[in-house]
């Protein structure tokens, strides 16, 4: 009796934890590009892959890999300089890569007093994808905002553009010199999480009963 209350507990305790622990999730991230230049005048930037033929950047889901962390700045690499309530526009062309589908993506700022704001959109194939739900969390002077969007599965190959409006959200009278860090991901179909805690449960039983 007490060892199939451990096996529950045990198979809860994987199940609650799966989501938090495989929330992120790139699996090429070596070969994902980090650095983005703003052009001049300092407008914005555009995620893509340098290739007008063939502009998307192809992202695979991975529960075990890291977050995409990218680096923008200014003109020429130097720092941004922004005031309050100054605006940037970032274009993101992805595609969904190679073989699970996706069914979210986040967009998370690391740099504190930067948010989103309006207008938000995500294209999958040059149309609002079916479910779609954006989530947007404001910043505040020590924490980035942050977006996140929902939708229903989309498969490989699916074509994703994401425009979206950074806003600097400082104190009044304050400048920002610097750079801005954003962390990027999708994370695992809940399919897949159950698959893992399963998988520790069968390990969990074949340790207990051997």
């Known amino acids: 009796m007490k060892t199939r209350k451990t096996l529950t507990m045990s198979a809860a305790v994987l199940l609650v934890a799966a989501p938090m622990s495989f929330a992120q999730g790139v699996g090429n991230l070596g070969s994902l590009p980090t650095l983005f230049t703003s052009p001049v005048p300092i407008t914005g930037w555009s995620v893509d892959s340098g290739n007008a033929a063939n502009p998307w950047l192809p992202v695979q889901i991975d ?18 300089v922004a005031v309050p309530g100054q605006t940037f526009t970032l274009q993101e062309l992805l ?36 479910g779609l739900t954006t989530v947007v969390t404001p910043g505040s002077l020590t924490t980035g905002g942050t977006i996140d969007f929902t939708f229903n599965p989309l498969v490989p190959g699916t074509l994703i553009d994401i425009r979206k409006t950074l806003q600097y959200v400082g104190q009044s009278g304050t400048v920002f010199t ?24 069968a390990m969990i039983r074949r340790r207990s009963f051997s």
């Open 63 to 80: 529960p075990n890999g890291p977050q995409w962390v990218k680096t923008f700045t200014g003109a020429n690499g130097l720092p941004i």
């Open 95 to 130: 595609v969904v890569a190679p073989t699970q589908s996706w069914e979210d993506w986040h967009e998370h700022i690391l740099t504190p007093e930067w948010e989103w704001v309006q207008p938000t959109v995500l294209f999958a194939n040059f149309a609002p994808p079916p």
């Open 178 to 201: 610097g750079k801005i860090e954003i962390a990027q991901f999708p994370t695992p179909e809940p399919t897949s999480l159950v698959l893992l805690a399963l998988g520790g449960l």
